[in-house]
């Protein structure tokens, strides 16, 4: 059970790591380059 939820919060950190690196890239414009024209 101690292993399940390990894995859990792995996982969890790695989604969390993923959308700030995300939101990172939104920040610096490069996710959508077309959205600088409507933004």
Do not use: H, W
């Not at 894995?7 to 959508?32: H, M, P, S, W």
């Amino acid at each position: 059970m101690v292993d399940l939820m390990l894995y859990l919060r792995k996982q969890c950190d790695n989604t969390f790591a993923f959308r700030v690196n995300v939101a990172k890239i939104k920040e610096d414009g490069n996710f959508f380059p077309n959205n600088n024209v409507s933004n």
